[in-house]
């Protein structure tokens, strides 16, 4: 299986940002069995010490009345980065604290999705879109 590219300047090269149509939120949950899980379908999950965080669509979370704080959207970096590449999140992350937009990152086995504001989404694709390697 291809690990993907570490070449930081080939991977700034080629993000191909998609932002996803749906809207998702974070929630936190005890005791979350796999029955749980499964009915959400979360696009990510994380098993914290204080209980399983997952992020799941907007409508999901409203249907079961989760309380959430923030929605977001979902852009999905394009570009099959390794895991162990070097600082693209560095780069991005930078690039959003400048422009005043938070980010919140999940890497996955081939791409890195970025959890934005749903109202600062387009301007972080736009963001993205104007990253150019050094």
Excluded: W
Excluded at 65 to 90: P, Q, R
Aim: charged share 20%.
């Amino acid at each position: 299986m291809d690990a993907g590219e570490e070449d930081l300047s080939l991977i700034l090269s080629n993000l191909s940002p998609q932002l996803l149509n749906e809207d998702y939120v974070f929630i936190s949950l005890n005791n979350c069995s796999l029955d749980i899980v499964n009915r959400l379908d979360p696009i990510a999950m994380f098993q914290e010490k204080e209980g399983t965080a997952l992020v799941i669509t907007k409508e999901k979370a409203l249907k079961d009345n989760f309380n959430f704080n923030t929605v977001f959207k979902c852009i999905t970096l394009g570009v099959h980065s390794s895991l162990n590449s070097v600082g693209l999140i560095n780069v991005i992350s930078q690039c959003f604290s400048d422009n005043g937009i938070s980010c919140n990152v999940f890497s996955g086995y081939f791409h890195d999705h970025l959890f934005i504001q749903s109202d600062l989404s387009k301007k972080a694709i736009e963001l993205l879109s104007d990253i150019k390697p050094k």
